[in-house]
């Protein structure tokens, strides 16, 4: 089963990547034994659970994942590499530091943990930056990963049906999902403008600092990549009929017109809805 978690990725075009790296990810495109998207998430998945199932539990694998999410605009590849230890090693540096040692002992063995965060160190020494093409979000989409995205970019798939709303800049999808994807140049204009109307007229809220941090990831990255939402395993939560009527991404941007034009009755409507909708999947957690 995948889990039960959304995915914000960017896709650098393979011209952003070194040499030898694009020399790799090329190769990798081509290949037949390469995870498909189909099956994508539900590999990376597997991978995580037999490593904290084994004994000892393994935190982050033992090397760096070879795999990458691909997309294909006419003659160019866009790469996502997966980078399953990197993003390991800092999920479980944020576990351990929201977590009490002798909880977090009945997870993962104090030496395990200890030589977890020393291979982390040594790799930090080595590295200039610790950018991840893909953040990860259990239970929920964060408000601020709608803002850049337009409705129009919606790619739906119901079951087996075919998606009722085509989007130029994807790929095959899962037989059930949710995609938003759009380009670099847009995702940053809509950031920038969102963070010009909640300053004018919010001012300093958690909403700001959210998407201020979505902003500077953005910049992180090539200007002529893709950035992609994907519901991923969420959709499992989410009947048709509410996956269909899903319009979060629209009723953000509903929002920040409101505050922008001074309908603030509008923009508090289109807020609640997004907040309500999110705050009773979220609330399944706590079900299970």
């Given amino acids: 089963m995948l889990p039960y978690a959304a995915y914000l990725r960017v ?44 004994v000892p539990p393994l935190p982050a694998p033992e090397r760096e994942s070879p795999n990458a999410y691909l997309r294909r605009v006419e003659e160019t590849l866009y790469v996502c590499p997966w980078q ?15 977590t009490p040692v002798r909880l ?9 943990a200890e030589q977890t965060a020393d291979d982390f ?8 930056s610790l950018r991840t093409y893909i953040r990860t979000s259990t239970w929920h989409v964060p408000t601020a990963w709608f ?35 759009t380009s670099m140049a847009q995702a940053r204009r809509r950031v920038a403008r969102a963070l010009v109307v909640i300053r004018r007229h919010v001012g300093q809220v958690a909403a700001l600092t959210e ?17 992609e939402l994907d519901y991923g395993g969420l959709v499992h939560l989410m009947d048709d009929r509410t996956l269909q009527g899903d319009q979060s991404v629209a009723e953000v ?23 309500v909708r999110w705050r009773s999947i979220r609330a399944l957690e706590s079900a299970n």
């Fill in 211 to 227: 998407v201020e941090d979505i902003g500077r990831w953005l910049e992180e990255f090539h200007p002529h990549s893709l950035v």
């Fill in 11 to 54: 896709y650098e075009p393979l011209t952003a990547f070194t040499p030898q790296d694009r020399a790799r990810w090329a190769r990798y495109a081509g290949s037949r034994d390469r995870p498909r998207r189909a099956g994508a998430l539900e590999v990376e998945h597997g991978e995580a659970v037999r490593r904290l199932l084994s």
């Fill in 104 to 112: 977090a002992s009945r997870f993962v063995p104090q030496a395990i």
């Fill in 253 to 275: 941007a509903a929002a920040l017109a409101g505050l922008d034009t001074g309908q603030e009755e509008l923009a508090f409507a289109m807020y609640q809805r997004v907040i």
């Fill in 84 to 98: 399953s230890r990197l993003r390991s090693w800092l999920a479980f540096a944020s576990f351990r530091g929201s």
């Fill in 121 to 128: 160190d040594r790799f930090k020494r080595g590295e200039e």
């Fill in 147 to 181: 803002v850049p995205f337009d409705s129009a970019e919606r790619w739906l798939v119901l079951g087996s049906e075919q998606p009722a709303e085509p989007v130029s800049q994807t790929t095959a999808a899962p037989p059930r999902n949710m995609l938003y994807v």
